[in-house]
């Protein structure tokens, strides 16, 4: 069953909170990875995907003999398959955007994601998405905006494509969402790993299948550490509150990006990325303050 149910609702909130915020600083910190994995270290995007998610599902399986075989249980094998492949297909779009639009726009462009996620929560989970959620997304997409400022470049049809990523992640969280109901966040993290090495796999094999450089190696094991902890933290995160709620917080991932990428690589934000952010930051207080402060009030 999910855990939410076994923490208090206030509870419930704050912890989900802040475990998508870990995530998200555990994705920013993938992403970099990822960057120096292409840009300094010259390594191909398959080779990258393949050893990310396979060293990902290595440094994963203390989580198997920890809980036995009963962390590969299933009931639903049907949705675990139909979120890898939202995932990865995801992750291919998101490649392909990435080669003909600019980072910042593309990131920016992502972040409509949860209105997706805020969609598929009231139509296919029964979630409750109220003014303040709404309200509180649409205030840090507006941040993403105003950091980016699409509407002053040309927009050719590749850009989008972010937005079509954003559509299949959101698929996959709202997927995430329904198999926390029954199984444990171990598990879920598990299958998505596991499935998705041997899709790498065959596209890096239609590759060349060339194994990195030695000096590559650290930025690989770096990559899977990091997405197996992204993973379940965020795994954790809708184990314990609504999807719809969770998604402001989303929206932190900007920043952490920019931030990480500003101290990494030297790529200085713009003016613009202040308020922006700091838009973002407020969404996410806020909507966290009152559904807190709501259900303190209903006794829960």
Known sequence: MSQTTSLPASRSALTGAGLMV???????????????????????????????YFLAFIFALPLVWRQGLKALRTRHPALHI??????????????????????????????????????GAALLLGEKVTLERIGATAFGFTGALIIIAPWSEAFTPYALLPVAAAALWAGASLITKKLTASESPESIALYLLLLLTPINFALYLGSGFALPPAEGWAVLLTAGVLTAAAQYLLTRAYAVADAAYLQPFEDLKLPFNIVLGWVIFGFAPDAAFWPGAAMIVLASVYIMNRETQARRAMGK
């Not at 910190?29 to 995007?45: D, F, K, P, R, Y």
Request: aromatic share 12%; charged share 0%; glycine share 8%.
């Open 82 to 119: 139909a979120r890898v492949v939202l995932s990865a297909a995801g992750v291919q779009v998101w490649v392909i955007a990435l080669a003909h639009v600019p980072l910042w726009q593309a990131i920016a462009l992502s972040m409509t994601s949860p209105f997706f996620v805020l969609a």
């Open 22 to 52: 870990l995530a998200g600083i555990g994705f920013a910190g993938i992403n970099v990875t990822l960057q120096w994995a292409g840009m300094v270290s010259g390594l191909s995007s398959t080779a990258v995907a393949f050893w990310q």
